[in-house]
């Protein structure tokens, strides 16, 4: 008899998200019947008991915003990437029946950004100090980026980083939302902000150079103002769906165990995408 294995996507809000695409795929390719993924969405507060409640059959978690920080609490035990940038996109359930915390966002911004060219020694502009901008400056870490500034609205929420940079060595610089300086200006932009923040922007790509790297993490709708803007103007474009399907692979493989099938998880996303 076929065991019924759960897993989800939490968040709130969560109807635009693909990653049930991604995994349910995963899952037929892999020939994991009994399989299924599905979207909850979930408020922060909510998480805990939603958490709590969750029967034998369930596998694992992934987690968007504004669930990232809370997913630590509700974890018994939690990955050091995670708990070094103070978020975890990822849960999963551990023999005991306690949940193990991870980021796969930083290790798949590390790919997406590396496939478009990005190397030692790139300055980086963060637009954003949430979740996504930690894992963000985890994955300049690892790229051996040689600066990195934050565009904030509040200084203080840049200044939050700052800590997180210095434990990371990267040079880091916050910066006011609306500096004049152009952002196009370094080697790699990284917008992690929510969609349509970004927007303003775009009138700025003219000026940038090509061959810059411009990676927003939003996906629905596509591509985003900023997005077309750069890459009209000639620059490397990494997209929210870049990261969605390279995190969704290691989630994948934490829940299941199992190799993914990357073509036919990709393949899926292109096709829901192209539907939409």
Not at 17 to 31: K, M, T
Not at 261 to 267: I, T
Request: aromatic content about 6%; glycine content about 10%; hydrophobic content about 50%.
């Amino acid at each position: 008899m076929t065991v019924a294995r759960r897993a989800a996507v939490l968040g709130k809000p969560i109807s635009h998200s693909l990653s049930p695409v991604i995994h349910n795929a995963g899952y037929a390719a892999a020939g994991l019947t009994g399989w299924s993924y599905t979207a909850i969405e979930c408020a922060e507060a909510e998480l805990p008991d939603r958490v709590a409640g969750l029967g034998p059959e369930w596998a694992g978690l992934s987690l968007t915003m504004p669930l990232k920080e809370v997913a630590l609490v509700v974890a018994g035990e939690v990955s050091p990437v995670a708990a070094a940038v103070g978020a975890a996109n990822t849960l999963v359930r551990r023999p005991d029946g306690s949940w193990y915390a991870d980021n796969t966002d930083v290790p798949g911004m590390v790919e997406v950004l590396g496939g478009a060219g990005v190397t030692e020694g790139a300055e980086v502009v963060l637009l954003g100090a949430g979740g996504t901008a930690r894992a963000a400056l985890a994955a300049a870490a690892r790229l051996r980026a040689s600066r990195v500034s934050c565009r904030v609205r509040r200084r203080s929420a840049g200044a939050e980083l700052a800590p997180l940079a210095d434990a990371l060595g990267l040079r880091f610089e916050v910066e006011d939302w609306d500096d004049p300086a152009d952002p196009g200006r370094a080697d790699v932009l990284v917008s992690t902000v929510p969609k349509g923040a970004a927007d303003q922007f775009a009138g700025a790509a003219r000026s940038w150079r090509p061959g810059t790297v411009v990676f927003d993490v939003v996906y629905d709708p596509w591509p985003t103002p900023l997005a077309a803007a750069a890459s009209a103007a000639g620059c490397r474009i990494v997209s929210g769906l870049d990261l969605l399907l390279a995190q969704a692979v290691g989630q994948f493989e934490q829940f299941t165990g199992v190799t993914a099938p990357l073509s036919a998880m990709r393949s899926a996303l292109a096709s829901a995408r192209s539907a939409r």
